[in-house]
């Protein structure tokens, strides 16, 4: 790759910045309003909050199962960019299928969404990683612009999406976002050659063979295996991590529809508008991250990326204590400003910021070329725990408000409490364990 500015990047980051923007429109304007449609009695499935969590935790938690095979065909087979191409249109197939008022085409379409996410999603952050060299250090500002087109997209979807369901019905909000995924194949489409030439084309493994090498065959050096081995450490305590903030398409979005104040500046907020405050802190606060970032390596006084997750984990949980404080007064009866969640959500995108697009650079640095799809799937495999486990314990928000499970402070501020305590720990840990993690990885993220 030539030479280039720390600060300047290269066209193709910003089509794939767009075609992901309009594939997480899709995705989060259907999941803003997944559980209120299940548990609604007036068009939705009439389920209870833990049948509804437990879909959610499922559904969540196997689209980020499937980029493990995703990756594995996209390395051996098809490549990266037929990947992309499959698995938008499942995905925007899949949507479709949930517009369709009937049960048996709802449960098809959330199967299509998951195969469909799991060829797209590993795959597209793998080609933004293929457009920098090894030690470009414009990757980890890369990333964090990248998450913005995740955000953007979000954002939107958030809105439009359950406005839509709101006033028309909520097949309705689901077609919009399928067709927000058609808009973004149809990008990507039309503009592919253009921008990134021939990334992906080709899969990793084959590539190699084109070299006439014999890497693909042959063991693991022993600086790959360190470098794995940090990906798994790191993919632990990523579990922790999303386990807690994606509490946000379950029991925080209860929260908003139950016990907060949702008239705001003479405005009628709809419930599932409060995870949108997430996706626009993202859009704002990011280049600031990016800025840091960029600043902080140019001067050689970055933060390791352990230490970054540790913050991200800190942020977390002081997120969560500001939504124990809002849950503890809600526990009174009354309907509590919408101040609080705001700030929960401000304080997670602080964490998120300093986790998620960070964790998604380090992978495509320490994993071996020809095994690169494969390891961000597997990245993604500590996700499907994580979303797993999020559903789940968020099934018990009611069990642990009346206090079946555990009693501390009472009612739902317990409830929120318990990811302060494992957010903090899981920080600690991390931050005991940062200088052997950061020796694995060898100056290389």
Same mark, same amino acid.
């Given at each position: 790759?030539?030479?280039?500015?720390?600060?300047?990047?290269?066209?193709?980051?910003?089509?794939?910045?767009?075609?992901?923007? +309009?594939?997480?429109?899709?995705?989060?304007?259907?999941?803003?309003?997944?559980?209120?449609?299940?548990?609604?009695?007036?068009?939705?499935?009439?389920?209870?909050?833990?049948?509804?969590?437990?879909?959610?935790?499922?559904?969540?938690?196997?689209?980020?199962?499937?980029?493990?095979?995703?990756?594995?065909?996209?390395?051996?087979?098809?490549?990266?960019?037929?990947?992309?191409?499959?698995?938008?249109?499942?995905?925007?197939?899949?949507?479709?299928?949930?517009?369709?008022?009937?049960?048996?085409?709802?449960?098809?379409?959330?199967?299509?969404?998951?195969?469909?996410?799991?060829?797209?999603?590993?795959?597209?952050?793998?080609?933004?990683?293929?457009?920098?060299?090894?030690?470009?250090?414009?990757?980890?500002?890369?990333?964090?612009?990248?998450?913005?087109?995740?955000?953007?997209?979000?954002?939107?979807?958030?809105?439009?999406?359950?406005?839509?369901?709101?006033?028309?019905?909520?097949?309705?909000?689901?077609?919009?976002?399928?067709?927000?995924?058609?808009?973004?194949?149809?990008?990507?489409?039309?503009?592919?050659?253009?921008?990134?030439?021939?990334?992906?084309?080709?899969?990793?493994?084959?590539?190699?063979?084109?070299?006439?090498?014999?890497?693909?065959?042959?063991?693991?050096?022993?600086?790959?295996?360190?470098?794995?081995?940090?990906?798994?450490?790191?993919?632990?305590?990523?579990?922790?991590?999303?386990?807690?903030?994606?509490?946000?398409?379950?029991?925080? /979005?209860?929260?908003?529809?139950?016990?907060?104040?949702?008239?705001?500046?003479?405005?009628?907020?709809?419930?599932?508008?409060?995870?949108?405050?997430?996706?626009?802190?993202?859009?704002?606060?990011?280049?600031?991250?990016? +800025?840091?970032? /960029?600043?902080?390596?140019?001067?050689?006084?970055?933060?390791?990326?352990?230490?970054?997750?540790?913050?991200?984990?800190?942020?977390?949980?002081?997120?969560?204590?500001?939504?124990?404080?809002?849950?503890?007064?809600?526990?009174?009866?009354?309907?509590?400003?919408?101040?609080?969640?705001?700030?929960?959500?401000?304080?997670?995108?602080?964490?998120?910021?300093?986790?998620?697009?960070?964790?998604?650079?380090?992978?495509?640095?320490?994993?071996?070329?020809?095994?690169?799809?494969?390891?961000?799937?597997?990245?993604?495999?500590?996700?499907?725990?994580?979303?797993?486990?999020?559903?789940?314990?968020?099934?018990?928000?009611?069990?642990?408000?009346?206090?079946?499970?555990?009693?501390?402070?009472?009612?739902?501020?317990?409830?929120?409490?318990?990811?302060?305590?494992?957010?903090?720990?899981?920080? /600690?840990?991390?931050?005991?364990?940062?200088?052997?993690?950061?020796?694995?990885?060898?100056?290389?993220?």
């Amino acid at each position: 790759m030539p030479a280039a500015k720390l600060g300047r990047q290269p066209p193709g980051l910003f089509l794939l910045f767009g075609v992901e923007m +309009w594939e997480r429109f899709s995705f989060y304007g259907m999941r803003a309003f997944l559980t209120l449609f299940l548990i609604s009695k007036a068009g939705g499935f009439g389920w209870s909050k833990e049948q509804a969590s437990h879909l959610y935790g499922w559904y969540q938690g196997l689209v980020y199962l499937t980029p493990l095979l995703g990756g594995y065909l996209a390395d051996r087979l098809i490549g990266t960019h037929r990947s992309v191409i499959i698995g938008g249109i499942v995905i925007a197939a899949g949507h479709f299928c949930l517009a369709v008022p009937a049960r048996p085409t709802f449960f098809l379409g959330l199967l299509l969404i998951i195969l469909g996410t799991g060829f797209f999603k590993s795959n597209i952050s793998t080609m933004v990683g293929q457009l920098y060299s090894e030690k470009d250090r414009r990757r980890d500002a890369a990333f964090t612009i990248f998450y913005m087109g995740i955000n953007l997209g979000a954002s939107m979807g958030q809105i439009v999406c359950p406005k839509l369901a709101d006033r028309w019905g909520w097949h309705v909000g689901f077609s919009a976002a399928g067709f927000g995924m058609v808009l973004g194949l149809v990008v990507y489409l039309i503009f592919k050659r253009r921008f990134l030439g021939t990334i992906g084309d080709i899969p990793a493994r084959r590539v190699h063979q084109a070299e006439k090498t014999s890497i693909a065959s042959q063991p693991l050096t022993k600086l790959e295996k360190q470098g794995i081995a940090a990906i798994a450490i790191l993919a632990f305590f990523n579990i922790f991590f999303w386990m807690a903030f994606e509490q946000a398409g379950s029991s925080m /979005t209860f929260f908003a529809e139950e016990r907060t104040r949702r008239i705001f500046l003479g405005l009628n907020f709809l419930a599932p508008y409060f995870q949108s405050v997430n996706s626009i802190s993202v859009i704002l606060l990011a280049p600031v991250f990016a +800025w840091m970032w /960029t600043r902080l390596e140019a001067r050689g006084r970055a933060p390791s990326t352990p230490v970054r997750f540790a913050m991200g984990l800190f942020l977390l949980g002081a997120g969560f204590i500001v939504l124990v404080v809002g849950a503890r007064i809600s526990d009174s009866g009354i309907r509590v400003s919408p101040l609080w969640l705001i700030a929960t959500y401000v304080l997670h995108t602080c964490g998120e910021l300093c986790l998620s697009p960070i964790g998604l650079s380090m992978v495509t640095k320490l994993a071996p070329a020809r095994f690169a799809s494969l390891a961000m799937g597997a990245w993604f495999f500590s996700m499907f725990i994580s979303d797993l486990s999020a559903g789940f314990v968020a099934g018990t928000v009611e069990k642990v408000e009346h206090g079946q499970i555990f009693h501390v402070l009472g009612g739902q501020a317990d409830f929120f409490l318990m990811f302060v305590v494992s957010t903090f720990l899981a920080g /600690t840990a991390l931050l005991a364990l940062a200088p052997a993690v950061k020796r694995l990885m060898a100056g290389r993220a």
